[in-house]
């Protein structure tokens, strides 16, 4: 409880690693991004940052399971996971049908009918791309607020008809807060009234200076509906995501991120979780926020039972205690009765906070500091 890896705390401040690294050693102190600080250093730190401490008992604290960090020689490639953001009818709904329906290698065009809130594409090129098919501002800023960074990269979508809109600035904001970089989606194309060219100016009074503009934000025209632009958008979310070395350990206890959850009415409550790192596998002993469980199946975006499942990929949970949240945190852990204790702690803190303090601050439960 007393101690936080650098990069742990920079990930909750939506910092960088080596910035905090870089302050740290301003105040006398040499340690790396994979090195823990006292909380004290830590505290000094957020408020030397400019931001908020939320202090909670040290009780709280508990809460969060202590997890062994990976070293550089067990980490392996993993696909980069994209969400969709933009205004409202400028087609995030439309490209992810279209881009999900450009996977073509084993025939998946069309094979997705299951909705999990994420799914993965298997490209032409054998390479995958995890897309969250959640798109929503809420979703993404609740969920970032609550410590789950699950966004590898962001597709900005602008219609060229429209041009940029309220919620358009508004995901630019929160892109530039989280530091998710973004590629520029500029939809509809085929429309009589498009001026993509327009949209880049428009952007560039926002600092989102896109390549055309000599900028280094990747853009790139296309149409959702007629299916033009959408091989260049593959290929520069691949670029983006190599630029990003983007790696996880695979042979390791699970850890994941709710996506979804919900309780259905045959199969009693279901978690979608992404996989963060480790393989999660049937059997698997969990925490889920304050619900625990054993794997009873796991079911993939194609509605398949498979056995596995490892990192960066969508994956539906049965055998869970209770319906937990969505950004709630997944933990394979060893034993069912340590599930069981801190699923019964979490709940019972959860409890007490929300009679003493109203309205209770859901993300405060998770992390001691924000
Ligand atoms: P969302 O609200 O951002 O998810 O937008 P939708 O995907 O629901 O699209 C809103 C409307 O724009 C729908 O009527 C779509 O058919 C239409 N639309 C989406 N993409 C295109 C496009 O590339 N060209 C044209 N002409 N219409 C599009
Ligand atoms: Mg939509």
Redesign the pocket.
């Known amino acids: 409880p007393e101690a936080i890896t650098v990069q742990e705390l920079a990930n909750r401040m939506a910092e960088k690693g080596a910035d905090l690294v870089k302050a740290l050693f301003k105040m006398g102190m040499a340690v790396t991004v994979n090195q823990t600080i006292d909380q004290d250093t830590a505290e000094l730190l957020v408020t030397e940052f400019g931001h908020n401490i939320k202090r909670v008992s040290d009780a709280d604290v508990e809460l969060e399971l202590e997890t062994a960090e990976d070293s550089e020689a067990d980490l392996q490639p993993r696909a980069p996971v994209v969400a ?1 953001m ?12 279209a881009l999900r329906g450009s996977g073509v290698a084993g025939g998946e065009a069309g094979g997705i009918t299951q909705h999990i809130g994420a799914y993965q594409v298997t490209m032409k090129d054998k390479s995958k791309i995890t897309f969250l098919d959640t ?1 929503g501002h809420e979703a993404f800023t609740e969920m970032r607020a609550r410590g789950a960074d699950v966004t590898d990269i962001v597709i900005l ?1 602008v ?1 060229a ?1 429209d041009g940029l809109m309220p919620q358009t600035i508004e995901a630019i904001n929160h892109c530039k807060a989280a530091e998710v970089p973004m590629i520029v989606a500029i ?5 009589e009234d498009a001026n993509p060219q327009r949209v880049r100016e428009r952007l560039l009074e926002h600092e989102v200076i896109v390549e055309e503009m000599s900028g280094d934000v990747q853009d790139v025209e ?5 299916k033009t632009g959408l091989d260049e958008l593959i290929e520069k979310i691949q670029l983006q995501a190599e630029l990003m070395e983007l790696k996880a350990n695979p042979d390791r206890a699970a850890e994941g991120t709710v996506i979804e959850a919900k309780l259905d009415k045959g199969r009693g409550p279901v978690a979608t979780i992404l996989v963060n790192r480790g393989t999660l596998k049937v059997g698997d002993v969990f925490v889920v926020g304050a619900e625990s469980g054993k794997v009873r199946a796991l079911i993939d975006d194609h509605g398949k039972q498979v056995k596995k499942a490892g990192p960066s990929m969508p994956v539906e949970v049965l055998g869970l205690s209770g319906v937990p949240m969505a950004g709630d945190p997944l933990q394979v852990v060893d034993s069912e009765t340590r599930a069981r204790e801190v699923a019964e702690y979490r709940s019972s803190v959860l409890h007490q906070k929300r009679t003493a303090q109203a309205p209770a601050s859901l993300e405060s439960m998770f992390s001691a500091l924000k």
Do not use: E, I
Request: glycine share 8%; charged share 30%.
């Open positions: 969709v933009g205004h409202v009818d400028h087609g995030k709904t439309s490209l992810l049908d798109p979508v219609a008809d939809n509809k194309v085929d429309k296309v149409s959702a509906l007629k």
